[in-house]
């Protein structure tokens, strides 16, 4: 799967999207993110797979005043949504947004406070290298955000929620976005996701310190929060 030409092709409905799929809860989510980043008043903010931008924006709108926000995608349809929607707002941080690779980032280490990443590690092949390199470009002290779709541990909502990723998310996505294979495969991948004990144990081995996996309305999302030692 082509990831950068996938999220290129589904870019112009991807928002819209977002808010039919998750009844609306994404953008709160993402708060929730923004809110637990915000305590910690970072200086200088990375957010990976930015896509359409929405979470750095969250964290500025958030009250995030650092001096400078990077948002940093493999997709340049996603990330040209993302420049004209920061246009839209008088921001008080200078913000950026880079084409790159979250596997390989073009930052020397120690160069941020904070990273967020949101609903993109589950679509990167080698998640290991991906929080290996979040780790590194985080400073001592520094905070990793990363928030993901997962599967509710009640049986029953577990069904329900499979049933909903299996059928209703690939025909609604389809349809919409024009990309049927597209929302098949970004669906299916939410089933495929480490379970939260297994993602926070990567985070460990990552090199992250007080991992700690966040439940979000019912487990439909998750919040992984780890730091880096002083
Ligand atoms: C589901 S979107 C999430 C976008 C955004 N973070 C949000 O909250 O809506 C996933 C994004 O990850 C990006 N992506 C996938 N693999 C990537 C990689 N290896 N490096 C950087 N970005 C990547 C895609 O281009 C896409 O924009």
Redesign the pocket.
């Known amino acids: 799967m082509n990831?950068?030409r996938?999220?290129d092709d589904i870019a112009p409905t991807?928002d819209r999207l977002?808010r039919i799929l998750s009844f609306g809860r994404?953008q709160a989510w993402?708060r929730a993110v923004a809110a637990r980043v915000a305590r910690r008043r970072p200086r200088r903010l990375l957010?990976?797979?930015?896509?359409?931008?929405?979470?750095l924006l969250a964290c500025v709108q958030a009250g995030i005043d650092a001096e400078g926000a990077v948002g940093?995608?493999?997709?340049g349809a996603?990330l040209e949504i993302a420049r004209k929607k920061s246009a839209w707002f008088a921001l008080n941080t200078t913000v950026r947004w880079e084409k790159?690779?979250?596997?390989a980032l073009p930052f020397e280490a120690g160069s941020f406070d904070a990273v967020t990443?949101?609903?993109?590690i589950r679509?990167?092949?080698d998640i290991g290298r991906?929080l290996g390199e979040t780790h590194r470009v985080l400073g001592p002290g520094g905070l990793a955000a990363i928030?993901e779709l997962s599967v509710p541990a009640r049986p029953v909502l577990r069904r329900l929620h499979g049933f909903y990723c299996r059928f209703i998310m690939p025909a609604v996505g389809g349809i919409v976005s024009g990309n049927l294979t597209a929302y098949r495969y970004?669906n299916e991948s939410v089933l495929q996701f480490p379970d939260p004990a297994t993602f926070c144990e990567q985070m460990r081995s990552a090199g992250f310190a007080d991992v700690a996996a966040h439940t979000l309305t019912f487990g439909s999302a998750t919040m992984f929060t780890g730091g880096k030692g002083k």
Do not use: C, H, K, W
């Open positions: 990831t950068e996938l999220f991807y977002n994404d993402r957010d990976l797979a930015t896509g359409t931008g929405d979470q940093v995608d493999v997709s996603m790159g690779e979250a596997a990443m949101s609903f993109g679509n990167m092949p991906v928030l970004l």
